[in-house]
């Protein structure tokens, strides 16, 4: 069984790798760009909800706040590790950049990675309440949840399996946000809906450029198997539904 | 960052004409390092002719033996494993990086469940050690394997897989799969490709039946197993990979002795591959890296953290002389072969030629 072929080839066939040995440079660039965007983010998030804890109105809530915080923040480590097989220095890595330090609330960052990190550009955006909160996490909950179906299926098998713990997890986070969401939609919908109206623009952002020809090469390396668009799509989708089935 | 530790090559025994297995030991103060899983891999680094060389090679031995053992198959060409196979005796040291790979499933004693096994060649050795391991710490669970060779003589542990069979009579089988010889069942010659697998589904393997797949071979071999697996049924989840050795990289070339002298000036030529595309432009000298010149020319070169932490920005000087700020991510043996981290790296010549495609 000598036979062999090209690891491009490979890989366009669906081929997965399984070691930092067996990744081609360009491959190596862009799964490392992959992973530090998914790490920044989940560090920036949970940064961001740790103060949301003393936003939560009761026990319940504030569990719920602390559970988010705690476990974006173990996300985080789980992909850093993986990055850490290729080198990366993960002590200098956590403390790199002020994961809570955000943009003014009427700042347009557009799509554009700022401030040296490369989180999703919503996770810029200060949190101003409660509400706010809850409105964010369900929002960008939704968007990870389609995300993850990418993400799980990534041609790197050490990264795909550390996605594929993480997904339920995370669906969970969006979950705990939908039931948070359905009791504020109950006695303060104006006030959900102003947050919603704040935060839809600037999740739907972070899906990406459309007609990206970043998407080609990524494809091709089976990093990405559906296209911005789609996804984007799909994402709108789920959260019309979702947010017409609780009144919003 | 990993770091490598001495081995002591306590035994070489010959498996097939160009195949050994290697029994190391590691220091006392080591051991607890080299405390491995089942299907993992040591990386194993020496120096041939003042180039460092490191390669992989799966654990074969199953965690009951209470030693580290590797199978080195010799490739054509291959200077480490001709080495292994020719030099290497007990006695020896030899240097290698603590077990890694994902290359298992946790082992729980009450399970009862249904593995299946691909091995192509040496694709056997991370296999061994899965099925030594499960058989004796799941008793309730079965193995099959389907083993690739191209003809009975280059079979790799045939003995040892039928005492196996023997010690767990009922709880394993195998079944080989020869390239080049002819078996009582028509079935059973040839290559492993999508018929292959359509047909072993149909008369050997009850894929509704199986929890874990585990592949080890080829590129070829593993698309074909892959996509005929998830045809009958299993879920990604349930496919475990490795690839085979044949997938690292050559032998790397050692770095380009620099033509340009290094001359003070105010501006560089750089010329920058990126995806097959090569763009040359004029940069300063001083104030900007590689990184943020190929980007102000629109180019979409893949960096993150720019502090010379992450290692995204990497990429191989070709030509030229650069000069890194700090470096907290790349080896030695990396920077030797010519890789800096393009988001600290300032031209020192007049002319410099990187590529982030090798």
Partial sequence: MSETMNIEEYLAQGGVLTAPENVPARYRGELLRLMSSFVDSELAASAGFAASINYAPGIKERIAASRITLEKADHAERVLSVMADFGTDTARYETQHDWAARVGRD???????????????????????????????????????????????????????????????????????????????????????????????????????????????????????????????????????RLAAIGL | MARFHPLKVTDVRRETRDAVVVTLAPRDEDRALFDFTQGQYLTFRRDFDGEELRRSYSICAGLDEGCLKVGIKRVDGGAFSTWANENLAPGDEIDAMPPMGKFYTPIEAGAEKQYLGFAGGSGITPLLSI??????????????????????????FREELDDLKNLYLGRFSVIHVL???????????????????????????????????????????????????????????????????????????????????????????????????????????QGETILDAAIANNMDAPYSCKAGVCSTCRCKVIEGEVEMAVNHALEDYEVRAGYVLSCQAYPLSERVVVSYDE
Avoid at chain 1, 138 to 145: D, E, H, P, S, W
């Fill in chain 1, 107 to 241: 700042e347009d960052l557009g799509g554009t990675r700022t401030g040296g990190d490369m989180r999703l550009s919503v996770l810029h955006y200060p949190i101003t309440g409660w509400i706010d909160a809850v409105v964010l996490n369900v929002l960008q909950g939704l968007a990870t949840g389609v995300q993850m179906t990418e993400l799980t299926r990534v041609s790197y098998a050490p990264l795909a399996e550390v996605f594929r713990d993480i997904a339920p997890r995370e669906a969970r986070h969006a979950e705990l946000g939908l039931e948070g969401l359905e009791r504020i939609a109950a006695n303060d919908p104006d006030a959900a809906r102003a947050s919603i109206a704040y935060w839809q623009l600037r999740v739907a952002v972070g899906f990406g450029c459309l007609a990206s020809t970043r998407y080609d090469i990524l494809a091709r390396f089976g990093l990405r198997h559906t296209p911005n668009e789609t996804l984007l799509a799909r994402w709108q989708a789920l959260v019309t539904e």
């Fill in chain 2, 131 to 156: 099925i030594k391991t499960v058989l004796a710490r799941e008793p309730g669970s079965q193995f099959t394997l389907v083993y690739a060779n191209r003809q009975i003589n280059t079979i790799m």
């Fill in chain 2, 179 to 285: 390239e080049q010889e002819g078996q009582e069942i028509d079935l059973f010659t040839g290559r492993i490709d999508a018929d292959k697998m359509t047909a072993l589904f149909q008369h050997w393997l009850d894929a509704k039946s199986i929890d874990t797949a585990f592949i080890c071979g080829p590129e070829p071999m593993m698309l074909a197993i892959a996509g005929s697996l998830k045809e009958h049924g299993l879920t990604e989840a349930q496919i475990k990979f490795e690839l085979f050795a044949s997938g690292q990289h050559g032998r790397a070339k050692a770095r380009a002795v620099s033509r340009d002298a290094i001359v003070p000036g105010a501006g560089t030529a750089a010329t920058v591959t990126l995806d097959g595309a090569t763009r040359s432009f004029e940069m300063a000298r």
